[in-house]
């Protein structure tokens, strides 16, 4: 069973479900009309998923936007109450509209790597379920090759434990409701999954 700050975490985001829904996006572009790239990944509570990327690569060094969202799953446009149930197939997940001149697809991949542990399954510290697993969406071919090759290269310099990350191509990304946008940036001394935080030296 999930501990610590697991159940006032999920009560606090099971009432902000009643919060109105943006409106649910599908696949994005790889590449839009002013050259910017899409990223999407999942690794555990996407509040602190946002919360790292944007501390990190924002404020000009190549993250345009970003945004949470469900992805992964079988249902169209789902609520965050029905993906907590692990009943819809999706995963919490963030979508990253990049500067590929300020920072390589390589390097978020990386980056994704060393932000979260990706040898646990289908959990992220005490959070549990599917919709907390380690996954990369990737949105073509060339995304796929790469976060492949990074997979294996953390797999052989950086991790002892084997590398659970799931690596699949997007099928359509769902914006989450308006309360999960930004709420770290929101709520400063809100829950963030402790598991979040940048590994700097090899986990061998």
């Not at 999942?42 to 509040?47: D, E, K, N, V």
């Not at 646990?120 to 492949?148: C, M, W």
Request: charged letters at 20%; one cysteine or more.
């Amino acid at each position: 069973m999930a501990s610590g700050n697991f159940f006032p975490k999920l009560l606090v985001r099971l009432l902000s479900s009643s919060s109105p829904k943006m409106s649910a996006t599908k696949i994005s572009p790889t590449l839009d009309t002013v050259g910017y790239q899409v990223a999407t990944v999942g690794a555990g509570c996407f509040w602190g998923v946002e919360h790292i990327y944007r501390k990190h690569f924002g404020n000009g060094k190549g993250l345009i936007d970003a945004r949470v969202g469900y992805s992964g799953g079988t249902t169209t446009n789902p609520s965050y109450k029905q993906v907590c149930t692990s009943g819809t197939g999706h995963a919490e997940a963030l979508q990253i509209t990049f500067d590929p001149s300020l920072v390589t697809y390589d390097t978020l991949i990386d980056f994704f790597f060393r932000m979260h542990d990706p040898t646990q399954l289908n959990r992220q510290g005490p959070d549990q379920g599917t919709q907390y697993r380690s996954v990369i969406f990737t949105h073509d071919d060339e995304q796929q090759k790469v976060a492949e090759e990074v997979k294996e290269r953390m797999q052989k310099t950086f991790y002892k434990d084997p590398i659970v990350t799931k690596i699949e191509p997007i099928e359509a990304f769902w914006d989450a409701e308006t309360y999960h946008q930004l709420y770290l940036h929101k709520n400063p001394t809100g829950y963030e999954c402790p598991s979040h935080y940048v590994r700097t030296k090899p986990q061998l």
